[in-house]
């Protein structure tokens, strides 16, 4: 007894000790005034240390992903940290790699500016750019997604890629959070953004953009993202998406038939009942169009009221495994829950693709 109350004892001490320290560096050390210096000093700001680098390098214009608003829960915020990062943070470990450690890759959301920095970010996340927008059309497509349609107001064009997405800022009583949203809007649509949100209960950036009406004004940033289409048309294209994973596949698919009317490409779409069908009427009629597109949506709890639902029933994985014949040359992107990635991923990869093939994000 007295052995496990000497331990409880010494242990309420540490956490003492550590609130303390926490408090101490919060209110009393002053890190004075810090100089950043990004890629060899093309871009240089002082800013007063402190605080963490995603924000100082936000109020400086520099918008790197940071999906999760920086909550260190994301991994998007990779930053090279040559000179000044201090040692990596628990909170850092789970998202880097050895190699990361090794070459100073750090979460920009996470390190501290204490001391004059210089850091390293690709050159392609420097040209993302901060957008006003006003929304043009706000359209229901099922019990809890919406389509929101944005005109861009400042600047009024954006370059982006198919499967690219942008962060929206949302006012919460903490300040501005920002959460990413895939663009659903073909790229060759330069003057506007279309989004599909879901509505997360409780959600503070969802709740915002499903309480938005036409002419509300809306800021964001990107384009972010990695996906890359392959400009070799003989490559099938892959599409796979579960809930509002759908928004990414949709400009992949019309950008796709854009440019090469041809291209094979298969649209993979998984959802619970026929409550949550959408867009399958406008894939329908661009199937007429292109007979090379090829539409499987699936339901995993398909009710009592969907006995007319003549498609596919089941996780979608599955309708992936039914329908590929192995072997072909193609490139897949997905998008959707964490288990439906990782699911489509190894049927992917029975299916001959390597990890280069395949494209995906996960949310
Ligand atoms: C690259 C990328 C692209 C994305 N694209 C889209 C998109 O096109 N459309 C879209 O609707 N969303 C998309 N998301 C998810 C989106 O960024 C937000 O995470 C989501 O809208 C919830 O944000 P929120 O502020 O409403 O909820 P928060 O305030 O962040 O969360 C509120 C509560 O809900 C929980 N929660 C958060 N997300 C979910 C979830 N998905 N399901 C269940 N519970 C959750 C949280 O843990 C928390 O307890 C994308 C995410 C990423 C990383
Ligand atoms: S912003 Fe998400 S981990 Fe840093």
């Not at 050390?29 to 950043?36: E, F, K, N, Q, S």
């Not at 060899?40 to 918008?63: D, E, H, P, R």
């Not at 390190?111 to 996340?125: H, R, T």
């Not at 750019?129 to 019990?143: C, E, G, I, M």
């Amino acid at each position: 007894m007295l052995y496990i109350t000497a331990i409880a004892v010494i242990g309420g001490l540490f956490v003492l000790l550590a609130a303390l320290l926490l408090a101490a560096e919060r209110y009393l050390v002053r890190y004075g005034v810090c100089t950043v210096r990004i890629n060899a000093g093309s871009t240089v700001f002082k800013v007063q240390g402190g605080g963490a680098l995603l924000a100082a390098l936000i109020n400086n214009k520099i918008f790197i992903p940071s999906a999760c608003g920086g909550k260190g829960s994301c991994g998007y915020c990779k930053v090279t940290v040559t000179v000044g990062g201090g040692p990596v943070l628990p909170t850092e470990t789970a998202f880097l790699s050895r190699a990361d450690v090794r070459s100073g890759v750090r979460l920009a959301c996470q390190v501290k500016i204490k001391q004059d920095m210089e850091i390293g970010i690709p050159e392609a996340l420097l040209n993302a750019k901060q957008y006003r927008s006003r929304v043009a059309s706000v359209v229901t497509l099922t019990r809890d997604i919406k389509q929101l349609d944005f005109d861009l107001l400042d600047p009024t064009e954006i370059e982006q890629r198919p499967g690219q997405y942008v962060q929206i800022q949302a006012p919460s009583p903490e300040g501005p959070v920002f959460r990413a949203y895939s663009i659903s809007s073909p790229s060759y649509e330069k003057n506007r953004i279309q989004l599909n949100v879901r509505l997360v209960p409780g959600g503070v950036a969802s709740t915002y953009l499903h309480g938005l009406k036409e002419g509300d004004e809306v800021l964001f940033t990107g384009p972010y993202g990695e996906f890359r289409l392959s400009e070799d048309a003989q490559r099938e294209i892959v599409c796979v998406g579960g809930g509002c994973g759908m928004a990414p596949m949709r400009n992949i698919i019309y950008s796709l038939y854009h440019q090469w009317p041809e291209r094979s490409c298969w649209l993979f779409f998984g959802c619970r009942t026929t409550k949550d069908i959408f867009y399958l009427d406008d894939y329908r009629m661009l199937a007429k169009r292109h007979p090379s597109f090829k539409i499987v949506y699936a339901l995993s709890d398909p009710l009592a009221a969907d006995e007319t639902w003549d498609g596919e029933t089941g996780f979608i994985h599955l309708a992936v495994d039914k329908f590929l014949a192995p072997g072909v040359k193609r490139q897949a992107f997905l998008c959707g829950p964490p288990p439906m990635i990782e699911a489509v991923m190894d049927v992917l990869k029975n299916k001959g693709l390597t990890d280069t093939d395949i494209f995906y994000d996960k949310f």
